[in-house]
């Protein structure tokens, strides 16, 4: 059974930055490596929204909101997503969520508030 575990949320002042980790485990490594992996934000009352997206096979894709402030990656090895936050604005204060073989994380909160 496939779990994602998030860590790596927390408030932070405007212009600040955070890196949050999402660790599957369970997952095959195989299996991991050739998925594709996503970050997702939600605001209360409206929508969970893509924000940065690892293709299978390789190759990125961000929203326009984050693009060049943020940066998604994955250590294959250790089964782990990343998504390195920066230049944060309060605009990306959100739950952000991490996404695998339609899994989802639990959750991590973001504040960016000065």
């Known amino acids: 059974q496939v779990q994602l575990v998030e860590s790596g949320g927390g408030l932070v002042q405007p212009g600040g930055s955070l890196r949050l980790s999402c660790v599957a485990s369970?997952?095959?490594?195989?299996?991991?490596?050739?998925?594709?992996v996503a970050w997702y934000r939600q605001v209360p009352g409206k929508e969970r929204v893509l924000v940065a997206r690892f293709r299978a096979f390789g190759g990125t894709n961000y929203a326009d909101a984050v693009q060049g402030r943020f940066t998604i990656s994955r250590d294959n090895a250790k089964k782990v997503i990343y998504l390195q936050m920066n230049s944060l604005k309060p605009d990306d204060t959100a739950v952000y969520y991490c996404y695998y073989i339609a899994r989802w994380g639990q959750g991590a909160q973001v504040t960016v508030s000065s």
């Open positions: 369970g997952a095959s490594g195989s299996d991991f490596s050739r998925a594709a």
